[in-house]
């Protein structure tokens, strides 16, 4: 089914705010969920919501937190989250970090015990479209199986890069596995199997159950390639972030525990911007017009098939399934 924007977003503030969480805030996290819903990226997008609201009844995430930051260094924003809600201690430390980069061409925000950020594809543009460059990483629980292993031991651990374009800024967000569990997760609610190589389950064998996929482990994409960056990224945030690593590593999928993972974001001012914008245009447009290998299906950027997919939810209302709607509407009225 599809829902007009506006009515989600209000409903989504709703249920927020009746939880203590100011309006602003209440409208950051809501444009969130739902601008992962409009990409097509329902794994991060609203079926998120409950878990927020469980995280905040249970006094795991705290309503109204901005988080205390601290410059270590000239450019060098350390920030504790004090288990405020991800997207809007993320937005603060970017709102903070953003304005010393252009001072120093460079500076960055490394957070611990903040809450899951969603899809961080959302922070690449929002610094791309500020004529700023950005590379964000953030790690998560132990859910991928090292190359040639059987258990998790390392997040999934995505990386976003934002870099100015016109007409959109580029935006690269990849996971370093082969899928999100969040991906999962809208699997298992749907009843759909998963693909063969996507999970092991928690004896290491591979399975196309995703709830049993739920309690083993993903792959790590293109194998021993990714499993190294995802390790790489791990280790880079967690010592930056002074945060958790590996196994230790809670609180961005359940309502039991706080969110101890670290986000790093690094922002870059490009000394020439308007020539450096201009030159990523052209190329991108160079890339686009280049010959494709089916002419049916024209060569495309990243991020071409989200902006596509959320232009459709624009003019047409946001897709949701029947049960994922059924909940927000129950959660409505539960709050």
């Given at each position: ?24 805030h209440?409208?950051i ?15 991060h ?125 580029l ?41 049993a ?57 490009p ?65």
């Amino acid at each position: 089914m599809k829902v007009p924007r506006e009515q989600l977003s209000e409903m989504v503030e709703r249920v927020l705010v009746r939880q203590g969480v100011p309006a602003d805030h209440a409208r950051i996290q809501a444009t969130l969920f739902i601008g992962a819903q409009m990409r097509g990226t329902a794994s991060h997008g609203l079926l998120r919501l409950r878990r927020v609201v469980e995280r905040l009844k249970a006094g795991l995430q705290v309503a109204g937190e901005i988080g205390s930051q601290e410059w270590t260094a000239r450019s060098f924003l350390s920030v504790d989250g004090r288990r405020g809600l991800g997207p809007v201690v993320a937005r603060a430390a970017l709102d903070a970090v953003m304005p010393r980069a252009r001072e120093t061409g460079i500076a960055i925000a490394a957070i611990r015990n903040a809450g899951h950020l969603g899809a961080i594809a959302y922070y690449a543009d929002y610094v791309a479209r500020q004529g700023l460059t950005v590379i964000a990483l953030t790690i998560s629980e132990a859910l991928v199986h090292p190359f040639g292993g059987r258990k998790a031991m390392i997040g999934t651990n995505p990386i976003a890069i934002g870099v100015p374009a016109t007409p959109e800024p580029l935006v690269l967000d990849m996971a370093t596995s082969l899928v999100s569990m969040g991906k999962i997760h809208d699997y298992a609610n749907r009843g759909a199997p998963l693909p063969a190589d996507w999970a092991l389950d928690a004896e290491g064998n591979p399975t196309t159950d995703a709830a049993a996929a739920k309690e083993g482990a993903i792959t790590p994409f293109g194998g021993a390639k990714g499993y190294a960056l995802g390790l790489a990224f791990e280790v880079l945030v967690a010592s930056l972030a002074q945060s958790a690593i590996g196994t230790d590593v809670k609180g961005t999928l359940d309502s039991e525990h706080p969110s101890n993972k670290g986000d790093l974001f690094i922002v870059i001012a490009p000394p020439h911007a308007e020539a450096a914008k201009a030159l990523v245009t052209d190329y991108l447009a160079a890339i686009r017009s280049s010959p494709p290998a089916d002419p049916a299906r024209p060569v495309l950027i990243p991020g071409d098939r989200a902006h596509a997919a959320r232009d459709k939810s624009k003019a047409e209302g946001v897709t949701l399934d029947d049960g994922l709607w059924d909940d927000l509407k129950k959660l409505d009225t539960e709050t």
